[in-house]
């Protein structure tokens, strides 16, 4: 009997890496975005979770997606499927982009030198936000990947200069322009729980850090965050607790206008992707300033709630601009059947943030790359179920847009 047994049995073998050990029971980005919950303390996770007032704009990025069902195709012979693209003048292994995300530190230390290493790993572009906890040289010292650098218009335009420097001198190709948070929205988990970046040490912060013992001690034992691209500059590096809102509105410029964007253009010589654009009129106006790509986002759902969603503008977008610049679709992207729609409808790649942080968040780095894999393996099966041999050959036709 202990024979037969044995011929059906067979014992996992036991994993060693803790990190590894979580992800063998996750199988999508809820799952990893659970196992963040549970891992981090509860600030720091609503703090990437959260979104603008009652949160409807971040629902309604993704029932957009789930408002788009497919029309697939059989019989096609299809032997091999092809998931590359051309984005920017360089051909990426998928149509993805890892966006830029501010303190990301607070998801695990080493922070966006694990993000970049996976999207190096990966052969993608990698966001680097100003607000970033690991600073443009520490990034581009870990990763020869395609980095882009992500910029505000602060009040001291000779800081901006400054940082357009610095990501020249390290190589970045790409500069993000963020438009759409000259003033913060209001994040009303952050006002619940009094969240200060870095966490203020209250009695609350004691009781949440026991119990989530291995963030704290990660915590405890790394350098302090601070804003690391900031740190001999006149606007606060994050050294002591302030709330985001306070520093964001106190720091940026809010008169913010085309006219800056025209400045941005004339400085830098690389390519240029405007991010935050939510309207028609707005997408062609960048057109006009010579932009080379314009990113459909709200932000996540993080600023203006009732926004937009990035996917329901996309068609009439696609429509205005006529194939005159490239489209990044950024929010509610949790698929790789959500990169497939996308594109379908006409957007050259999408961008992503809080997956990566629930997976930075979740497992460390290994945890971006099952983030990355996830995107990856999602978009070549839904291509082979639908029918469709490549990216580059995706299009309406493969899909039905009902109203949500």
């Avoid at 610095?166 to 438009?179: G, K, Q």
């Avoid at 497992?363 to 580059?392: K, M």
Wanted: charged share 25%; with cysteine.
């Amino acid at each position: 009997m202990l024979k037969a047994l044995r011929s059906v049995v067979r014992l996992r073998r036991f994993e060693r890496n803790g990190a590894l050990r979580r992800l063998e029971r996750s199988s999508n980005l809820e799952d990893l975005r659970l196992l963040a919950k549970k891992r981090l303390p509860g600030g720091v996770f609503d703090y990437i979770d959260g979104a603008a007032e009652d949160e409807r704009t971040a629902v309604r990025n993704m029932q957009g997606f789930e408002a788009i069902t497919f029309k697939p195709r059989v019989l096609r012979g299809i032997e091999s499927i092809d998931t590359s693209t051309e984005l920017l003048g360089k051909r990426l292994p998928l149509p993805l982009v890892l966006a830029p995300t501010g303190f990301t530190r607070m998801a695990n230390s080493a922070g966006e030198l694990s993000v970049a290493r996976a999207a190096e790993r990966a052969g993608l572009p990698y966001g680097l936000s100003t607000l970033s906890t690991r600073s443009i040289e520490e990034v581009a010292a870990v990763s020869s990947g395609e980095r882009w650098f992500q910029v505000y218009v602060w009040r001291d335009r000779d800081l901006v200069d400054e940082m357009l420097e610095r990501a020249a001198a390290c190589n970045y190709s790409t500069i993000i322009l963020t438009v759409d948070n000259t003033v913060l929205g209001r994040r009303e988990r952050d006002v619940r729980r009094g969240f200060t970046l870095p966490p203020k040490i209250g009695l609350d912060t004691i009781f949440d850090g026991l119990r989530h013992p291995s963030w704290t001690w990660d915590f405890i034992t790394s350098e302090p965050i601070k804003f690391a691209n900031l740190t001999e500059s006149t606007v606060g590096d994050g050294s002591d607790p302030v709330s985001l809102a306070t520093y964001i509105n106190t720091q940026l410029d809010p008169s913010l206008s085309w006219e800056d964007l025209a400045w941005l253009r004339d400085r830098w010589k690389g390519k240029l992707v405007i991010k935050g654009i939510q309207s028609v009129n707005d997408a062609l106006l960048s057109v006009d300033y010579g932009v080379d790509a314009v990113a459909l986002s709200n932000h996540g759902g993080r600023q203006l709630d009732d926004a937009p969603a990035p996917i329901d503008l996309l068609p009439e977008v696609v429509a205005a601009l006529g194939g005159q610049t490239e489209i990044i679709v950024d929010g509610g992207v949790r698929r790789g059947s959500d990169i497939v729609k996308a594109v379908a409808l006409g957007a050259n790649a999408c961008m992503v943030g809080r997956p990566y942080l629930y997976g930075l968040g979740a497992a460390g780095e290994v945890g971006v790359d099952f983030v990355i894999d996830h995107f990856a393996t999602g978009l070549e099966r839904t291509l082979a179920l639908l029918g469709c041999p490549s990216v580059d050959e995706l299009g309406p036709q493969y899909l039905s847009v009902n109203k949500h």
